[in-house]
């Protein structure tokens, strides 16, 4: 009896880190130096005691089926913290705001919420593969990078600050995109689960873009979490916040999802809003490995980006075969960056770069570059 598969399935390219275990698949790692990983962006700072309490504390949760639209608490402390820390009017709890178990379930649900067969999906190039593989098995065809035409594009992936160039769109760029999607009436998807991470100012948000425009929601959702902000990928919490049109049609979608967080996860998670002062300690401590890893790297091109917790690292040969050596020869393992990335017109622009998470500990990180370094002047 021949098995039947949804065909959209062999569409979906290998993740990048099936790529890199297939590129160091041939070789052992030099024994003489420690491994260090760098090629995958799970934070490993502390989570914060307030939220392991309050998840602990809560744990008789478990014995409820929890509602898909979250608790009013939850909805309420997500508005709450969108409201100050963006400085716009708090939305409606009620029909704004949808708890998701983290932005990579959402942002793959949400296209098969919006898209259909034959429309397009615009990503970032490059870009986090989640926005390729929803709008891949949703039937539609991802756009990489700027399209020649808006036409049939019926979802924009935004990511600022960026993954892996940790850009931020500032107010100009947002005016733009905002103009193409009442032109051409594609809804945007707003990936900021990076926005707490930053050094100089906080990068500007999507609904905050709207407000300093003077515009409505219309047509566009904002997506973070506490993975990045708050140091608990493992509780898969975040949510998602814009048009109510659009909220309405993503709580539908999700009912029958099966995508509930779970009662103890949202008390966690209200704690976790409601608190800044561990947010502001996690910000100094990546500001600490920037500052004590950038001096180590002036033989590469790169610095330090507007938000997010990766460098960008221009390489003198080819990415792929940088990172292989780096890891035989040096044992530090980072993430080609034509891996992050698809040829468009003028190539691949994840080529020659790699990419560099800087979560493990300062020394870590330290001895991480001076390997690079190393590595980078004498081969």
Not at 87 to 104: F, K, M
Not at 151 to 156: A, G, M
Not at 361 to 373: F, K, N, T
Request: aromatic letters at 10%; hydrophobic letters at 40%; a neutral charge.
């Amino acid at each position: 009896m021949n098995l039947h598969f949804n065909p959209l399935l062999d569409r979906l390219q290998p993740y990048p880190f099936e790529k890199l275990r297939a590129l160091i698949g041939g070789h052992t790692p030099n024994p003489g130096f420690k491994p260090i990983n760098l090629s995958i962006g799970e934070p490993k700072h502390p989570t914060p005691a307030l939220v392991k309490n309050a998840l602990a504390a809560n744990l008789d949760g478990l014995a409820s089926y929890p509602a898909t639209a979250g608790t009013p608490e939850l909805r309420q402390a997500i508005a709450g913290w969108l409201a100050r820390r963006y400085e716009i009017p708090p939305l409606d709890p009620e029909t704004q705001i949808l708890p998701v178990n983290g932005t990579r379930e959402a942002l793959f649900a949400f296209a098969q919420t919006v898209l259909s067969p034959g429309d397009r999906a615009v990503c970032p190039n490059p870009f986090y593969q989640i926005y390729e593989g929803a709008a891949l098995l949703a039937g539609a065809t991802p756009v990489y990078g700027e399209p020649n035409s808006w036409d049939d594009v019926k979802l924009l992936y935004v990511c600022s600050p960026a993954n892996p160039t940790g850009r931020v769109l500032d107010l100009q760029a947002w005016k733009r995109l905002l103009e193409l999607s009442d032109r051409h009436g594609f809804a945007i998807a707003s990936d900021e689960c990076y926005s707490e991470i930053y050094f100089d100012r906080p990068p500007l948000g999507s609904l905050e873009a709207c407000d300093k425009l003077g515009r409505s929601y219309e047509r566009v959702v904002a997506f973070s979490s506490l993975s990045k902000r708050s140091n608990c990928p493992g509780m898969r919490s975040g949510f998602a916040a814009g048009d109510p049109a659009l909220i309405k049609k993503f709580l539908l979608y999700r009912t029958y999802h099966g995508s509930a967080m779970s009662l103890a996860v949202q008390k966690a998670s209200i704690a976790a809003w409601n608190d800044e002062e561990h947010v502001t300690e996690n910000r100094r401590l990546y500001a600490e490995k920037f500052a004590a890893v950038l001096p180590l790297l002036t033989p590469l091109k790169t610095g330090r980006p507007d938000g997010g917790f990766y460098l960008w690292i221009g390489t003198p040969i080819d990415d792929a075969a940088f990172a292989r050596r780096l890891h035989r020869e040096y044992n530090v393992l980072v993430l080609p960056g034509s891996f992050l990335a698809r040829d468009a017109a003028g190539g691949n622009p994840g080529k020659n770069h790699i990419r560099v998470a800087l979560v493990a500990s300062v020394e870590e990180c330290v001895e991480a570059a001076q390997r690079l370094q190393r590595f980078a002047q004498h081969g």
